[in-house]
């Protein structure tokens, strides 16, 4: 009877001492890490987590936040968040380095958006729209270039197709165009400089068109 006392003693103590260490499994014998509550050592084997199809991982019922489960469906890890299911990324290191509220890409290749085979250094498939101004120190070219506001270009700007500004355009060198450029504002007006001195200017006046040899003239 006594015996029978000493073990339980020594079974309960021996639990209680795991609870507060953790829990080791390894090959050698060696104590879990003090932050550990279950500590695995081993030089040929790892970890299988359970693994099911996405119908399966879906379908678990009363899901706890943190849970971690391998997707055959997807071949890949899914954790938990609390409120959805979340893939874990399988890249390597991110390209991207954040610095404050900036975030910047210093690779030597292309970004694509939408295409997976960028020819320049920010290639996107698809429509771009700024709510604020553009500024080219460069060349700005392409098929149809529409502006809802002003449209400001330091180097050259080169159309091969229409140009409609709603609101206002700034050349500082040339302007080609080999199709169309339209002015949608009622008193809408091309000035024509060298330098910051007026030379010419042709404006739109309702229905009439006003060419003089300075923006400032009134006829």
Partial sequence: MKTGFAFLFLLLTSAAIAQQQGVAISADGSAP???AMLDIKSTDKGVLVPRMTTA???AIANVVKG???????TSSFWFYNGTAWT???SGGA????????NVSNTNTGNVGIGTASPTAKL?????VRSTGRIDA???IEGPNIRAMGPLYVSGNAVLAGPLLVNNSANVVQNLNSFSSMSISNDAGIFEFKSGTTDKGFVQLSGDDLRV??????TA
């Fill in 33 to 35: 890490a003090s932050s």
């Fill in 56 to 58: 399966q991982r879906t």
């Fill in 67 to 73: 849970l971690l489960v391998f997707d055959n469906t």
């Fill in 87 to 89: 893939e874990l990324s």
């Fill in 94 to 101: 991110s390209p991207w380095t954040a610095s404050g509220t």
């Fill in 123 to 127: 290639h996107v498939s698809g429509n």
């Fill in 137 to 139: 120190e460069g060349i």
């Fill in 212 to 217: 003089g040899t300075h923006s400032s003239n």
